[in-house]
């Protein structure tokens, strides 16, 4: 990395001998051999290392997937998020050995009961054969921050519903906003809500994905109206601040359901959804009702292109949540669960 000499005062030059080691072009030349805040290297160099020290001892990422990594010749398999491990593992001494090779090259801490993970908080309940999953004072922190008073009635919709035209009439895509665009500290406002909640529709509660898919197609030229959508999704959290997620144990048989919007949104464009769970394979007597069970990820986008009909719409959703599929399905085959 090189620091032009402007940047050193005097102080700073006397105290770390900077003069002398200034080039003919007038930078510092230095060696960085470790971590840098703000080096945008640093991520891929920090896991290009850990992967290095893990494969030492027989740890590898699984392919196609994020942060997933196995043993070649234990089960455990752990999930890598930044610098979080959420292990699985089926005995004591694979579970030792893991912690033994990481506390070879870091400081780490341990967690036994696995209860928290990503800000997530897991309440296990193995008896039953399920775990709750949520994020306790999240909401509640961000409307404080947010300085958001609660509605004086309860507000159960996260966004505003609009009637689909069922065969009756052409259904066109909504009308140009033109009420008044939002000031630059407003704008920042609508940037933090789908910033701050994006992460809890994904991991916690999914029925506000929606809301948040409308206000980000509109958070660079956002309006009042946008501002209207922002404040009824706030009051909809502070209606359920603290939604909750239950996994139920079961055959880790992969199911999707797939849907679309047709336009719905501003341009002509249109929704797609996916409902990604792990259930039970239902049987002949309940083929179309398998028992219900949280999803592990819901998709929420916006289609890129101008679809021409509801069943174009429907045709991008299945692509879509077809490709996704085929990567869960890999990892779920490499977790052991064909």
């Not at 700073?12 to 945008?40: H, S, W």
């Not at 939604?243 to 501003?266: E, I, K, N, W």
């Not at 959703?317 to 052991?336: E, P, S, V």
Request: glycine share 6%.
């Amino acid at each position: 990395m090189r620091i032009h000499s402007k940047y050193f005062d005097n102080e700073f030059r006397k105290l770390y001998d900077i003069t002398p080691k200034i080039a003919d072009d007038n930078y510092v030349y230095c060696e960085i051999q470790r971590g840098m805040y703000g080096l945008k290297q640093a991520a891929i160099l920090a896991y290009e290392q850990l992967g290095e020290r893990l494969n030492k001892h027989g740890y590898y990422p699984i392919c196609n997937s994020n942060g997933l990594w196995k043993h070649e010749t234990r089960p455990t398999i752990f999930a890598l998020c930044v610098d979080d491990f959420a292990v699985k593992y089926f005995n004591d001494d694979d579970a030792d050995h893991l912690i033994n090779t990481l506390k070879q090259y870091y400081p780490i801490s341990l967690d036994r009961e696995g209860k928290n993970y990503c800000g997530l908080t897991l309440h296990w309940n193995y008896k039953e054969g399920y775990v709750d999953v949520d994020m306790p004072q999240y909401v509640s922190k961000k409307l404080h921050n947010y300085q958001h008073e609660s509605p004086a009635q309860p507000q159960y919709a996260p966004h505003k519903w609009n009637q689909p035209a069922y065969g009756r009439k052409t259904q066109f895509a909504p009308e140009p906003d033109k009420t008044k665009l939002l000031a630059p500290k407003e704008k920042k406002f609508i940037q933090s809500v789908v910033g701050a909640f994006l992460y809890y529709g994904r991991a916690i509660d999914p029925t506000i994905l929606p809301a948040l898919n409308d206000i980000s197609t509109q958070q660079s030229q956002p309006t009042q109206k946008t501002m209207e959508k922002a404040k009824m999704l706030l009051d909809y959290m502070s209606t359920y601040p603290n939604a909750r997620m239950r996994y139920v144990a079961g055959t880790m048989q992969l199911m999707v359901d797939s849907d679309a919007a047709y336009l719905v949104l501003p341009g002509a464009k249109s929704r797609i959804a996916g409902h990604f769970m792990l259930g039970t394979k239902p049987n002949v007597h309940n083929e179309h009702k398998p028992p219900h069970n949280a999803p592990i990820l819901v998709e929420c986008k916006t289609i890129k292109n101008v679809v021409c009909s509801a069943a174009e719409a429907e045709t991008a959703g299945l692509f879509y949540n077809g490709q996704t599929a085929k990567t869960i399905r890999g990892i779920l085959n490499c977790m052991g669960h064909p």
